[in-house]
């Protein structure tokens, strides 16, 4: 069964900087792999995914994650960051049979 | 409808009540999940339904917790006997089956609260 991880319950960076948040996954093959923001009172929505080809994807809002096999990771950046990006993120990954586990997140501070 | 929509949005229920959470998919998502979120946790996958197969009930805490998809549309999530621990905000998303690069599409939730 497949299993995802995000090691940083909350990371604060200041507006203007760059920004990672890490996610590594366990399955046996390649899975497919999402990111999610979900803004307070707001529902989630997708910033982007990964299935196959280029393992660098591009998203909405300027974000982009790098698939890496070898290191079962597929972390989320942003070169500048917003004071609106301030949010919850959640990586989540599909292996067989379209069932999809979400990690359990990372709250995004921005600081002015 | 445009998205996926919940019903109630809120739920205050007593301590050993049924309460029974809906869902309407997105016309034409074959596929539909029911994950609960928790104060300050991720997403608990909670059960999965595709057209007509076996639902993937894996996820569900106990036999208090049960699910239902009518005519491969609306889902019913039924929790019997609610305890405070319930308290969540439950979340549905359907999605596209019939290829492999497809995202799944959430609603607002509903929130539940057990008193």
């Known amino acids: 069964a497949q299993s995802v991880t995000q090691p940083d319950i909350h990371i604060t960076v200041s507006e203007g900087a760059s920004l990672e948040l890490r996610c590594n996954y366990s399955?046996?093959?390649?899975?497919?792999l999402f990111w999610y923001v979900q803004s307070p009172g707001q529902g989630l929505q997708l910033l982007l995914k990964?299935?196959?080809?280029?393992?660098l994807v591009q998203g909405i809002k300027g974000f982009e994650a790098e698939f890496k096999r070898s290191q079962s990771s597929f972390n989320l950046r942003k070169p500048s960051v917003h004071w609106s990006d301030a949010a919850e993120y959640f990586c989540?990954?599909?292996?067989?049979?379209?069932?999809?586990?979400f990690g359990a997140g990372t709250r995004l501070f921005v600081k002015a | 409808g445009a998205g996926v929509s919940q019903s109630p949005s809120n739920k205050v229920t007593e301590k050993g009540k049924d309460v029974e959470l809906r869902c309407d998919p997105i016309?034409?998502?074959?596929?539909l999940y029911w994950y609960r979120q928790s104060l300050g946790q991720g997403l608990e996958f909670l059960i999965y339904?595709?057209?007509?197969?076996?639902?993937?009930k894996s996820g569900l805490p106990s036999d208090r917790f049960s699910a239902e998809r009518t005519g491969g549309s609306v889902s019913t999530l039924t929790i019997q006997r609610t305890q405070q621990e319930d308290s969540a905000v439950y979340l549905c998303?359907?999605?596209?089956?019939?290829?492999?690069?497809?995202?799944?599409?959430f609603g607002q939730g509903t929130r539940l609260t057990v008193v």
């Open positions: 998303a359907s999605r596209i089956r019939d290829r492999g690069n497809t995202e799944a599409f």
């Open positions: 399955y046996g093959a390649t899975p497919y």
């Open positions: 990964y299935f196959s080809g280029d393992t």
């Open positions: 989540a990954v599909e292996g067989g049979g379209f069932k999809t586990i």
């Open positions: 016309s034409g998502h074959t596929a």
């Open positions: 339904f595709q057209g007509n197969s076996a639902p993937d």
